[in-house]
């Protein structure tokens, strides 16, 4: 059973406009979340992470947010660019559990189109 | 900051023999370093988590006598897929954890491409 579900294989949209790559998870214990980008044939970069304690995190065109009631999370880039276009992976984790694993998603390919 | 490297990027192999793949955190002390193996279109699958100086902890169906994991110091764990087959050909990636912070982030190599002829 997946824990972390990311229900949108791809998304295309258009260079300029907001790309908004959702997330959602079932165990109610996770309290920590992070979004990856993937190249093809490259190892994931960590882009931005928020803790259950916020609702939202900000860093540049990427934002965060996080809807604990519905388990629910949400990437937003804007605005998109053409080198946006990669896998994304959400992931979650249990912070006090201290094994400090993470449990990613299937992940979301986007596509920023010029 | 926070780089990983991993060698080799890719490899090819005959059935039966081991392969070993390495793992380095090259700025920083990667106390706790995990190894995943990615299918086609399909999410990371965890394999098994070691920290610096003891065994390595695997994940359920995942056989360490199969997969060997060392994690001799804090900036290189390796990986051996030992008597490989085929069906090991897959996309086998490390990351790393910063062991000064309490970050939960890990920062990834560049993943080793194996397939087993």
């Known amino acids: 059973d997946q824990q972390v579900k990311q229900n949108s294989p791809s998304l295309s949209v258009q260079e300029g406009r907001i790309s908004i790559l959702n997330c959602d998870y079932t165990n109610s214990m996770f309290d920590y979340f992070l979004w990856y980008k993937k190249y093809p044939a490259e190892g994931p970069t960590f882009l931005i992470s928020?803790?259950?304690?916020?609702d939202k995190n900000e860093d540049g065109r990427f934002t965060v947010f996080l809807n604990k009631s519905a388990k629910h999370l949400s990437l937003h880039i804007v605005p998109s660019q053409p080198g946006d276009s990669a896998v994304y992976f959400c992931a979650a984790s249990l912070s006090g559990a201290g094994s400090y694993q993470l449990t990613f998603g299937k992940g979301t390919k986007l596509s920023v189109i010029p | 900051g926070a780089v990983v490297s991993q060698h080799p990027s890719w490899v090819i192999c005959k059935s039966g023999t081991s392969v070993k793949i390495e793992c380095r955190s090259l700025d920083f002390q990667a106390t706790t370093m995990f190894w995943y193996r990615q299918f086609p279109k399909q999410s990371l699958m965890l394999m098994a988590t070691s920290n610096e100086g003891s065994k390595a902890t695997y994940e359920q169906g995942v056989e360490k006598d199969k997969f060997l994991i060392n994690h001799a110091s804090l900036t290189l764990s390796t990986l051996t897929v030992t008597s490989a087959h085929p069906e090991d050909s897959s996309f086998y990636i490390c990351s790393a954890r910063d062991g000064r912070t309490t970050n939960l982030e890990q920062y990834f190599g560049p993943g080793t491409r194996l397939t087993v002829t």
């Open positions: 928020i803790s259950s304690i916020k």
